[in-house]
């Protein structure tokens, strides 16, 4: 097993790796819409929020030595279902032509306000 960190100030606060590898599979711990650089919560609706959350995600990816083409399933949490359309044009233009599996979670508020979290699953290569 192997943990992955990123190098950003306050980026590793918690008491959890934001990325495990073991058995050839990236586990990624979820990534909230927040600027990992600045600890700034993204400015805008649901967009903003998903475009911001997906590129925590690529930065544990990249981190890891991984591209999104090996993300084989995505948890996304959203603060409420009806972000559901604008959360899903966000993830297609992020992923292209790759449909990695996926659910959409509604839950009642996410941490600092943010309005999406996402956890992924990547195979490593």
Excluded at 17 to 27: D, H, K, T
Excluded at 67 to 89: G, H, L, M, P
Aim: charged share 20%; aromatic share 8%; net charge negative.
């Amino acid at each position: 097993m192997k943990q992955v960190f990123l190098d950003v100030k306050g980026a590793n606060k918690g008491h959890y790796a934001p990325g495990v590898i073991s058995n050839g599979m990236l586990y990624i711990s979820g990534q909230l819409s927040l600027d990992l650089d600045t600890r700034e919560v993204a400015v805008g609706g649901p967009a903003e929020h998903m475009k911001q959350a997906l590129i925590n995600v690529e930065r544990v990816l990249k981190a890891a030595g991984q591209t999104k083409d090996q993300v084989v399933q995505c948890r996304v949490y959203i603060a409420d279902v009806s972000y559901w359309d604008a959360i899903n044009e966000v993830y297609g233009e992020f992923f292209g032509e790759h449909k990695p599996a996926r659910i959409v979670v509604p839950v009642p508020a996410l941490h600092f306000g943010c309005l999406v979290e996402i956890e992924a699953v990547a195979e490593v290569v």
